[in-house]
């Protein structure tokens, strides 16, 4: 763990609303605290540099340093029925499909108390074996294995069975279609009952929880009898058996982190850590993809070992944000010894005010869907590794990798331990990539500043204070959870660098504001990409299922393409029949490594409906330079296509050029039908571009779209004086003057 690390238990808070903030902090002293209002989180010495105003606040001061432990790994909980520690006898049942057996018990179902001697569990062993275990107290714990480990991404029928006349201990498997290995001994006295009625699914119990379970469990039961080979029977093909003193059905409640006992007792129970549902099960067929037409072929929770929602954290300060401070971007500065953090976060105006003429879309979402990605090369690339650490210290930059702290929980652009995708995000633990000076890429002399994401979207905003815009901060919660209403009266709304990930209230509240009028800047590439959904019981929790196609880190397995959170097909936005091009006229066409390229106007520049974009712009290239990639068209670009939906008056203004081999580019694969076939029926050439795009919409609204993650990044190039500051400032201007009109032709 960090020396000094913290998180907030929101991204953005109003004036009059409170914030928690927790930290944990080795300090042998006291650790401060104090805040700042954030205009440039760039580390850059070629650049603006980190540049922040500090800020009164009542927690500025000393905090007693603490540390706070991260426990990782999910699993379930209920309490058993008070017959639980009374049995004399009983069976425990299972199916499960192991996905990784690495020397630890993992538990499948468990009241076990290790320290004590007493209580029961099945689990997996860490030879793969399955393994019954029993107390027998003071401390002593009686274990009989299979012979035989199980096949990880198989499916097994397990069970443990104690028999308390005869003193014997039983534990069985048996794979589909293959014959059951089972193994009993004779216990020299009597089980040991449990003191408490805690009953665990996934995990082995204790305190901390321990034993953390790798893969998918389902129909979890546990009898008040050894069950007889027709019980077995009757269980593995589906149907009930009498005596169950809980029985869990995982087919229920599958959005929420309810866990429904069948059973008599009504043992209900929760999830903890976030396990993913909406989980293919022993009986799924394939005739149905949707968990919601056929649950009882999706009663899986797939659990991982390193399943992390929450850290749990106990409050060091709360403030509430005073109502005469302004929106903006704020960050709380912590610092004990040579050891500092600092935690951004958003203020947003008033609940149906606005301070502003402009709104600036903070990409919330797809921060925390990136948040902690640890990248490949820290561990495939020494040379790269090295790199990154002199750069951050050489530029006084964030100092900490996420993939030297996986201990925080990593990305839903890493895989589990087991090597499954990870499929769900949380901003309630420390965000280490989304933090002022945090830089992505190493290499200045390629990657300029190599910014990405947070960092990378306070090039927008240090643009704006320089050319003295007002404007408000507004985050994807806010448009998620209020619509349009939020942006109504906003006379434009300009997105960051890579607005990627949306839900569908997102998307349908930024076409109800560009078709009410409104007037919409999209200054980044590879958005509106991908579709995700939110909890109801878990509101920081966000869901991706990355399905059919795209770029992308990981692929879901069959059957497993649409949502546990609100049941609605996951995956592109593309693929949901609401591609990129629909909203802003263009949408992802190609990528490349992080080095920038430069636009070249187009004759339909000329244009009388698009000629002020350019206006004052002499030079035929535009962007040829800036902090990202060293160029305004790069890294993930956006072209427009009319059968996708760009509209047929778009107009395309400047199209990039230049984009060198070497980086090296690829379409994006919804684009390629074959190695050399394209869904476009264009040469893959001609469609690695980015497309400088401008179209009128209804009711006097109009959009401005440039396709490129890196455009932003030049804005501050030559003191703010440059073509693409220009070009965003000709079109600023425009959209906010209430005077302009944008009518559609035709």
């Known amino acids: 763990m960090l020396d000094l690390a913290g998180y907030a238990d929101r991204l953005s808070v109003r004036p009059g609303e409170t914030i928690a903030f927790k930290v944990s902090s080795r300090g042998p002293g006291p650790f401060s605290a104090r805040l700042v209002r954030v205009i440039s989180a760039d580390p850059n010495p070629a650049g603006p540099g980190l540049i922040e105003e500090p800020v009164?606040?009542?927690?500025?001061?000393?905090?007693?340093?603490?540390?706070?432990?991260?426990?990782?790994?999910?699993?379930?909980?209920?309490?058993?029925?008070?017959?639980?520690?009374?049995?004399?006898?009983?069976?425990?049942?299972?199916?499960?499909?192991?996905?990784?057996?690495?020397?630890?018990?993992?538990?499948?179902?468990?009241?076990?108390?290790?320290?004590?001697?007493?209580?029961?569990?099945?689990?997996?062993?860490?030879?793969?074996?399955?393994?019954?275990l029993v107390g027998l107290g003071s401390g002593s714990i009686a274990r009989v294995a299979t012979r035989n480990p199980l096949v990880?991404?198989?499916?097994?029928?397990?069970?443990?069975?104690?028999?308390?006349?005869?003193?014997?201990?039983?534990?069985?498997?048996?794979?589909?279609?293959?014959?059951?290995?089972?193994?009993?001994?004779?216990?020299?006295?009597?089980?040991?009952?449990?003191?408490?009625?805690?009953?665990?699914?996934?995990?082995?119990?204790?305190?901390?929880?321990?034993?953390?379970?790798?893969?998918?469990?389902?129909?979890?039961?546990?009898?008040?009898?050894?069950?007889?080979?027709?019980?077995?029977?009757?269980?593995?093909?589906?149907?009930?058996?009498?005596?169950?003193?809980?029985?869990?059905?995982?087919?229920?409640?599958?959005?929420?982190?309810?866990?429904?006992?069948?059973?008599?007792?009504?043992?209900?129970?929760?999830?903890?850590?976030?396990?993913?549902?909406?989980?293919?099960g022993s009986s799924w067929d394939g005739t149905e993809m949707c968990w919601r037409h056929a649950p009882g072929q999706y009663g899986a929770i797939h659990f991982h070992a390193d399943d992390l929602y929450d850290c749990g954290w106990d409050t060091d300060f709360v403030w509430k944000v005073p109502k005469s401070l302004r929106s903006g971007i704020y960050a709380v500065r912590l610092a004990c010894g040579e050891h500092a953090?600092?935690?951004?976060?958003?203020?947003?105006?008033?609940?149906?005010?606005?301070?502003?003429?402009?709104?600036?879309?903070?990409?919330?979402?797809?921060?925390?869907?990136?948040?902690?990605?640890?990248?490949?090369?820290?561990?495939?690339?020494?040379?790269?590794?090295?790199?990154?650490?002199?750069?951050?210290?050489?530029?006084?930059?964030?100092?900490?990798?996420?993939?030297?702290?996986?201990?925080?929980?990593?990305?839903?652009?890493?895989?589990?331990?087991?090597g499954s995708g990870i499929a769900y995000a949380s901003?309630?633990?420390?965000?280490?990539?989304?933090?002022c000076g945090y830089v992505t890429y190493p290499y200045p002399e390629i990657r300029g500043s190599g910014l990405r994401h947070f960092p990378a979207d306070t090039h927008l905003t240090v643009w704006l204070e320089a050319k003295g815009h007002a404007y408000d901060i507004i985050t994807d919660l806010e448009l998620d959870e209020e619509g349009v209403e939020l942006l109504a009266g906003y006379r434009v709304v300009m997105t960051g660098s890579h607005p990627e990930y949306h839900t569908p209230a997102m998307l349908d509240a930024l076409a109800a504001y560009r078709d009410g009028g409104g007037r919409l800047m999209y200054l980044g590439g590879n958005g509106f990409y991908w579709k995700v959904a939110r909890s109801r019981d878990l509101p920081a929790a966000i869901e991706i299922r990355r399905g059919e196609g795209g770029i992308r880190a990981w692929a879901a397995e069959a059957g497993e393409y649409y949502n546990a959170f609100d049941g609605g097909y996951g995956g592109l936005w593309r693929r949901n029949g609401r591609p990129p091009q629909h909203l802003v006229g263009v949408g992802f066409t190609a990528q490349g490594n992080f080095v920038g390229s430069y636009y070249r106007r187009t004759p339909a520049a000329s244009d009388p409906r698009a000629a002020w974009i350019l206006a004052?712009?002499?030079?035929?290239?535009?962007?040829?330079?800036?902090?990202?990639?060293?160029?305004?068209?790069?890294?993930?670009?956006?072209?427009?296509?009319?059968?996708?939906?760009?509209?047929?008056?778009?107009?395309?203004?400047?199209?990039?050029?230049?984009?060198?081999?070497?980086?090296?580019?690829?379409?994006?694969?919804?684009?390629?039908?074959?190695?050399?076939?394209?869904?476009?029926?264009?040469?893959?050439?001609?469609?690695?571009?980015?497309?400088?795009?401008?179209?009128?919409?209804?009711?006097?609204?109009?959009?401005?779209?440039?396709?490129?993650?890196?455009?932003?990044?030049?804005?501050?190039?030559?003191?703010?004086?440059?073509?693409?500051?220009?070009?965003?400032?000709?079109?600023?201007?425009?959209?906010?003057?209430?005077?302009?009109?944008?009518?559609?032709?035709?």
């Open 56 to 132: 009164s606040a009542a927690f500025e001061g000393e905090h007693a340093s603490r540390v706070q432990p991260v426990h990782r790994g999910s699993y379930g909980v209920a309490e058993g029925p008070k017959r639980l520690a009374r049995l004399e006898s009983f069976t425990i049942v299972a199916a499960i499909w192991p996905t990784l057996v690495d020397g630890r018990e993992q538990g499948i179902v468990s009241w076990l108390d290790a320290a004590g001697g007493a209580g029961a569990a099945l689990a997996l062993g860490g030879d793969g074996r399955v393994t019954a």
């Open 152 to 280: 990880e991404r198989t499916w097994h029928r397990v069970r443990a069975s104690y028999d308390g006349d005869a003193r014997t201990l039983t534990v069985a498997a048996m794979p589909a279609g293959a014959a059951e290995d089972a193994a009993t001994i004779i216990l020299p006295h009597a089980m040991a009952p449990a003191k408490s009625r805690a009953l665990f699914i996934a995990a082995l119990g204790g305190e901390p929880v321990s034993g953390h379970f790798n893969g998918k469990i389902e129909s979890p039961a546990i009898f008040d009898r050894v069950l007889d080979d027709d019980g077995i029977a009757r269980l593995a093909a589906g149907r009930k058996v009498k005596g169950a003193l809980v029985h869990w059905d995982f087919a229920r409640k599958t959005g929420s982190t309810r866990i429904i006992d069948t059973g008599p007792g009504d043992c209900d129970g929760r999830l903890v850590n976030l396990p993913t549902r909406a989980m293919t």
């Open 341 to 418: 953090d600092n935690i951004p976060f958003f203020v947003v105006p008033p609940r149906r005010k606005r301070t502003a003429k402009i709104c600036v879309l903070v990409s919330t979402f797809t921060y925390v869907i990136y948040h902690n990605h640890a990248r490949p090369e820290w561990s495939l690339d020494p040379a790269w590794r090295s790199a990154w650490l002199q750069q951050a210290k050489d530029w006084g930059a964030y100092p900490h990798a996420p993939a030297a702290h996986p201990e925080y929980g990593l990305s839903t652009y890493n895989n589990h331990t087991d």
């Open 427 to 435: 901003w309630l633990r420390p965000m280490l990539n989304m933090r």
């Open 616 to 746: 004052g712009v002499a030079e035929e290239r535009i962007g040829d330079f800036g902090l990202s990639g060293h160029g305004a068209a790069g890294f993930e670009l956006d072209r427009t296509d009319k059968r996708l939906g760009t509209p047929a008056h778009a107009i395309v203004v400047a199209a990039s050029e230049g984009h060198k081999p070497e980086a090296p580019w690829v379409l994006v694969p919804e684009e390629q039908l074959t190695h050399i076939v394209t869904l476009a029926g264009a040469p893959a050439a001609e469609l690695i571009r980015a497309d400088l795009t401008f179209f009128e919409a209804p009711a006097n609204g109009a959009v401005f779209a440039t396709g490129s993650i890196t455009w932003c990044g030049s804005l501050p190039h030559d003191n703010y004086d440059n073509n693409v500051a220009r070009v965003t400032g000709n079109v600023l201007a425009r959209f906010l003057d209430p005077k302009a009109r944008f009518a559609i032709p035709g």
